[in-house]
């Protein structure tokens, strides 16, 4: 998956898309760090469009992955970025100054525990947003593919 900015859909969330506005034309040098929180871009194929849609996400790490989390605030209904990586795994991703390809999947039974934990140290509102709704919400792993260039 390649990213030109010019053919991506940045969050209709306003204070989403100027956050994403900022990371973008600094090149990832501001909005990186987030509300005192790492953030990075991703970049999703939309399920019904086919375009290529942004946002902004609260990351951490687990070896050489990067853990998300599909909360929406608590919303009873998946975010949609969520939703178009469950169709089609392969993402674009920008953490700070790095862009690279990823794939995505949705973090298995034996893994959540430990990366929710994980996330709700990092951001705890987490926690109270699973208590605003009834589904289970979704950690979502990014793995970087080897691009076999070293970057």
Not at 6 to 22: C, F, K, L, T
């Given at each position: 998956m390649t990213?030109?900015?010019?053919?991506?859909?940045?969050?209709?969330?306003?204070?989403?898309?100027?956050?994403?506005?900022?990371?973008?034309?600094?090149g990832g040098q501001e909005g990186h760090i987030w509300n005192g929180v790492p953030t990075l871009l991703l970049t999703?194929?939309?399920?019904?469009?086919?375009?290529?849609r942004r946002t902004a996400l609260i990351y951490g790490t687990s070896g050489s992955s990067y853990v998300v989390v599909a909360?929406?605030?608590?919303?009873?209904?998946?975010?949609?970025?969520?939703?178009?990586?469950?169709?089609?795994?392969?993402?674009?991703?920008?953490?700070?100054?790095?862009?690279?390809v990823a794939t995505a999947r949705t973090a298995d039974e034996s893994e959540k525990p430990e990366l929710w934990e994980l996330m709700c140290q990092i951001w705890p509102a987490y926690r109270d947003y699973q208590t605003k709704t009834d589904r289970p919400i979704p950690v979502v792993v990014l793995d970087p593919v080897d691009s076999g260039t070293g970057s």
């Open positions: 990213t030109n900015d010019a053919h991506v859909h940045d969050s209709p969330e306003g204070w989403v898309a100027d956050h994403i506005q900022r990371y973008v034309e600094s999703t194929t939309g399920r019904k469009s086919g375009k290529l909360s929406k605030g608590g919303d009873q209904k998946h975010p949609a970025w969520y939703l178009n990586l469950a169709d089609n795994p392969q993402v674009a991703v920008q953490v700070g100054t790095e862009d690279f």
